[in-house]
């Protein structure tokens, strides 16, 4: 689906994982598409395998590519579902899931122990 400038999907973390029925998107088919993939997949395909923060300044929009997009300044990267391989990276992930999709979330909100740290995607310090 690429780009979401017109029409972001949006959902709900509770536990871990993906709230059924907090999806959101004017698009239906790929709202319909998204839940689906989430609920219908297997138990563990709804579920946080990643969870990172863009910090590459020299990254400043998206372009449609996720290995770039995921590093974007001001962002956050999220993905569902199987969790990155625990041999490689060392995720200490219980689980395996058949399904696995990535989401780039611009105009974070990001706090770390009580402390805003990043406001609508903008760092508010610049020494982190």
């Known amino acids: 689906y690429g780009i979401l400038n017109e ?3 949006r959902f709900e973390i509770q536990n871990s ?3 059924q029925g907090s999806v959101d998107c004017e698009n239906r088919e790929l709202e319909q598409e998204f839940v689906n993939y989430l609920f219908n997949i297997d138990v563990g395909s709804n579920k946080v395998a990643e969870l990172a923060f863009g910090t590459n300044p020299g990254i400043r929009r998206l372009i449609g590519k996720l290995l770039i997009d995921e590093k974007c300044i001001g962002t956050s990267h999220i993905a ?6 625990p041999e490689k990276i060392g995720s200490g992930a219980w689980w ?4 696995h999709i990535d989401c780039v979330i611009k105009k974070i909100n990001l ?7 990043m406001k609508e995607g903008k760092l508010l310090e610049d020494d982190i």
């Open 96 to 99: 395996q899931s058949k399904g």
């Open 111 to 117: 706090y770390v122990d009580d402390k805003q740290v």
């Open 17 to 19: 994982r993906v709230k």
């Open 7 to 9: 029409t972001p999907l």
């Open 80 to 85: 569902l579902g199987n969790p990155p391989d």
